[in-house]
């Protein structure tokens, strides 16, 4: 099994001030992390679930990944996080079963972890994130 277990699910938001006060005061959540990924053009703020987290994104700018999506589908579920041993091995393995990279090959991501994309095509609809701590 390449799956080590679930890193986090991603659920992409408009105002990441709002998400997080809700999360409070509905789960008692507080923030374990948080960081701006230039890269993706994102904000996100990690609440911890037992040895997962819900990863709370907002867009920091217009062209980015998830202000498209918001756009397209408005909030909600944005991917699913998976974390791996090897995300190298992952994404090859994933591949070679018919995946359809975002990712030609993986790279840095949030809290150091190295991460790979896979695109909703081929994966029964579902952004799926390979991440490796």
Request: glycine letters at 8%; one cysteine or more; aromatic letters at 6%.
């Amino acid at each position: 099994m390449i799956l080590t277990e679930i890193d986090h699910v991603a659920i992409a938001v408009k105002d990441l001030e709002a998400a997080i006060d809700y999360y409070k005061r509905a789960f008692g959540a507080t923030v374990d992390h948080r960081e701006v990924v230039e890269s993706d053009g994102v904000e996100e703020a990690l609440l911890k679930v037992a040895e997962s987290y819900v990863q709370l994104l907002t867009p920091t700018r217009d062209d980015s990944p998830v202000a498209k999506a918001i756009e397209k589908r408005g909030e909600g579920l944005h991917h699913i996080g998976y974390r791996v041993n090897d995300c190298g091995q992952a994404l090859a393995s994933m591949v070679a079963a018919g995946a359809t990279p975002i990712d030609k090959a993986p790279r840095p991501g949030s809290r150091g972890t190295t991460v790979a994309f896979i695109h909703p095509k081929g994966s029964f609809g579902t952004l799926i994130e390979l991440v490796q701590e």
